[in-house]
């Protein structure tokens, strides 16, 4: 084979190689799918007025399915298919988006590295779970994290900047949702109703991580871990507002819609 021929064939292997990657890590974004509807239920659950204890987080939407059997067999299958998006984004974070200028390129590689720890970490608790080994909910674990840190030198400062950039991440997804700039993500096949999910969803989670960021402000500004939380306590806190059921169900409504735009526009994903 001439070196040519044989840089050509390198370059298709590494392309299908690439590709099968890309479906693999879309199971992974389904995964994310399930996982925000069960969350999104349990939010509305929660705004009915019968919550039935399960926490509020990513934890307590998974613990839904390790109840049984089949539960546990979708488990492994979001196990795998998190894991597979994982390295999916590592690949992403280290040599993709070369098409954009450098501070987009930047930005975006950043975010798949982000994306990547968040797989991982959802893979991990799956797999804890399919194995019925005990998982802190995801919030009780975040307060844990906030007393250490509050306590370190310059922590309280640190809190602050980490609330005000989760709330920053809050506008940018509702940004997201106002204008359908996530359209980016899929390709063009995906049906117009499951993108109007998508912008409710991408709403919904917007609201969502605002208020926890405003939590996370207030414990630092206050010096009170406890004030801080995670998803659960954010949520939680929506009740203590005005119409506050109604607007918990709303989010929770939209948690729900975004875990359906997931499951359903997953295999249209070209990013992550």
């Known amino acids: 084979m001439t070196p040519n021929r044989s840089a050509a064939a390198s370059a298709l292997t590494a392309g299908a190689g690439a590709d099968r990657l890309r479906r693999l890590g ?3 974004i389904a995964a994310q799918g399930v996982v925000w509807l069960l969350l999104g239920w349990i939010a509305l659950q929660l705004a009915l007025g019968s919550g039935g204890g399960a926490s509020t987080d990513n934890t307590g ?8 059997g089949l539960g546990k067999v979708l488990l492994v299958v979001m196990a795998l298919g998190l894991l597979a998006f994982a390295v999916w984004q590592v690949a992403e974070a280290v040599s993709g988006f070369r098409g954009l200028d450098l501070g987009k390129r930047t930005a975006k590689r950043v975010g798949a590295a982000a994306k990547a720890v968040i797989g991982l970490a959802f893979a991990a608790t799956a797999v804890q779970l399919v194995l019925s080994a005990a998982v802190q909910s995801s919030s009780a674990q975040q307060t844990e994290w906030t007393v250490k840190l509050m306590a370190a030198p310059g922590g309280v400062v640190l809190m602050a900047l980490i609330g005000l950039g989760i709330l920053v991440l809050g506008a940018y997804l509702v940004h997201r949702g106002v204008t359908q700039s996530f359209r980016e993500k899929p390709d063009p096949g995906v049906r117009p109703w499951v993108i109007k999910l998508g912008r409710f969803g991408y709403v919904a989670r917007g ?6 960021g405003l939590l996370v402000v207030v414990a630092a500004v206050t010096n009170d871990p ?3 939380g995670g998803l659960d306590t954010a949520l939680t806190s929506l009740l203590g507002l005005p119409f506050g059921q109604v607007l918990l169900g709303l989010v929770a409504l939209g948690l729900i819609s975004f875990g359906v735009y997931q499951v359903l526009s997953a295999r249209f994903h070209r990013q992550g």
């Open 61 to 68: 939407a998974m613990q839904q399915l390790a109840g049984n």
């Open 207 to 212: 609201i969502a991580f605002a208020v926890l």
């Open 226 to 228: 406890e004030q801080a």
């Open 26 to 28: 879309q199971v992974g």
